[in-house]
């Protein structure tokens, strides 16, 4: 279980966008192993489902980017999907991992003490993608442990009316008319917006009605070429923490967003 409104007692929530990436491959075990290393409340996980239906851990719909493998997930049986191995798309040479069942990372994250961010990457008809979502997040007992999340606010809406203990949370990289409308919509309790949309009235607006906010952010390279430049959105950064406009920071970068939130005064939220 975790509060995802910390932000009340000057605490927040880290989490790793796809694990600890920077220097692993992104939704991979050791990505998320070294994630709870250096500290995350939790990480973010994408899924797919391929053509036999089973709920695989990877970001795109095609393997060509970041495996070894060919295709269309979904056109694909699991059986054929499990020969490759992940690949960095930065090509850096690290070993491959193999590309999991989403109930097999459950389980691997619930033992590693993390909680769980997890994105529905494909669209499909009906309610039965979202039932299989909602029994293997109770079969792995992390139903209390993750939020769910999309781009598509219909999702958010539906899981919850199937599941109305789930916790959700909205993603958007636009600035919103009236983000809490937006929020209240889907019933969502989180709502992220990624750099660089995030303003504090966005923020001040979704606390008021009772929503949290999370905010991700590019690795802190992105940020230090800018500075060079004269552009320093870390100081502003900074500012919103310390204001407690934030209850969770996403980033790439584990070890990077932990020692910033210290540097902030704050502390970060462990799950119970």
């Known amino acids: 279980m975790f509060d995802p409104l910390p932000s009340r007692s000057g605490h927040i ?66 059986a054929q999907i499990a020969q490759f191995r992940t690949k960095a798309r930065n090509g850096m040479p690290i070993d491959g991992q193999p590309l999991e069942l989403f109930e097999d990372i459950l389980a691997y994250c619930r033992d590693l003490g993390l909680g769980l961010i997890v994105e529905i990457k494909d669209k499909f008809e009906g309610t039965a993608y979202l039932e299989q979502v909602i029994g293997l997040l109770k079969e792995a007992r992390m139903f209390e442990r993750v939020l769910i999340s999309s781009f598509d606010y219909v999702v958010l809406r539906d899981i919850k009316r199937i599941a109305p203990g789930i916790r959700t949370m909205g993603i958007n990289y636009h600035r919103l008319v009236d983000p809490a409308a937006a929020a209240h919509s889907a019933s969502m309790d989180v709502m992220n917006t990624d ?27 992105f940020f230090a070429i800018r500075r060079g430049y004269g552009v320093d959105y870390l100081g502003k950064l900074d500012a919103y923490l310390r204001a407690g406009l934030i209850d969770m920071l996403v980033c790439d970068d584990v070890g990077w967003s932990v020692d910033f939130v210290a540097r902030c005064g704050l502390s970060v939220s462990r799950l119970s």
């Open 13 to 78: 929530l880290v989490c790793g966008h796809r694990g600890h990436v920077v220097d692993g491959h992104e939704n991979s075990r050791p990505a998320f192993r070294r994630a709870a290393e250096l500290g995350a409340s939790l990480c973010e996980i994408d899924l797919r489902m391929t053509r036999d239906g089973r709920l695989v851990v990877f970001h795109d719909d095609i393997l060509d980017n970041a495996s070894t493998g060919k295709g269309i997930i979904s056109q694909l049986d699991y």
């Open 195 to 221: 750099y660089p949309q995030f303003a504090a009235d966005i923020a001040e607006g979704l606390h008021a009605a009772g929503v949290a906010v999370s905010h991700y952010v590019p690795p802190p390279e």
